[in-house]
């Protein structure tokens, strides 16, 4: 089983809908996770972070997290094509005493206009 | 405040060389973590490194190693390049909070080609 792992799609959304972007995780001692979003050709960067049970918003974004069913979630609400972009769910695992950031595959998402 | 950065951009090596890549981290970041990014594997973790220590590896050879200076920048180090090492490496920056890397800045990698 994958420590991290995401559908790799691509997703396709119509512009305005709700995006959804899932993660599920393998270590239940994980505390904090996080997305991010990386445009073709570019480096990952930070959009949400989460630590505790339950939904976590910023403007269009919410971030939903089940520690019970190691799940944490994306939700992009009134999407726009400039939201196209592989979205990466990361989860801090801990490795023989020391922690470590370990990436899902990711989720490649397409809105069209 | 300046963001993470990562020199060279591009690199063009042949198999059986080895290649140094460099990271400077954000003004007051301690810890910095590689990651190799291929097309079919993502991201993958290489190592960590906190206040010039190596705290956490991957799952990588050891043809891959790593190093951090005391003003925190880090180098890395790949020996006997093999073509499977063509990548984008991504350097990122944290700060950390009771001794656990939390939110990571990339900086804009450097992709390897090896021929």
């Known amino acids: 089983q994958k420590e991290v792992e995401q559908n790799s799609g691509p997703l396709s959304v119509p512009e305005g809908a709700i995006a959804s972007l899932n993660c599920t995780y393998s270590?239940?001692?994980?505390?904090?996770f996080f997305w991010y979003r990386q445009y073709s050709g570019k480096s990952p960067e930070l959009i949400m972070s989460i630590y505790s049970n339950g939904d976590k918003e910023d403007g269009r974004f919410t971030a939903q997290l089940n520690k019970a069913s190691q799940y944490v979630s994306l939700l992009i609400r009134d999407s726009q094509p400039s939201d196209s972009a592989t979205y990466l769910c990361?989860?801090?695992?801990?490795?023989?005493?020391?922690?470590?950031?370990?990436f899902g595959q990711g989720t490649r998402l397409t809105i069209n206009p | 405040k300046a963001g993470v950065t990562q020199t060279p951009r591009y690199l063009i090596k042949t198999r059986g060389q080895q290649v140094t890549l460099s990271c400077s981290p954000i003004s007051g970041h301690r810890s910095v973590s590689w990651y190799q990014q291929t097309p079919g594997q993502g991201l993958q973790f290489l190592f960590e490194?906190?206040?010039?220590?190596?705290?956490n590896k991957g799952n990588f050879p050891g043809r891959f190693s790593g190093r951090q200076f005391s003003n925190s920048r880090s180098e890395m180090n790949v020996s006997t390049l093999e073509l499977g090492d063509s990548a984008l490496y991504l350097c990122?920056?944290?700060?950390?909070?009771?001794?656990?890397?939390?939110?990571?800045?990339f900086g804009s990698g450097t992709q390897l080609s090896v021929l």
């Open positions: 990361a989860v801090n695992l801990y490795d023989q005493g020391a922690q470590k950031l370990v």
């Open positions: 270590d239940r001692g994980s505390q904090s």
């Open positions: 490194y906190f206040s010039e220590t190596q705290r």
């Open positions: 990122a920056s944290s700060l950390v909070t009771g001794g656990a890397v939390e939110k990571l800045f």
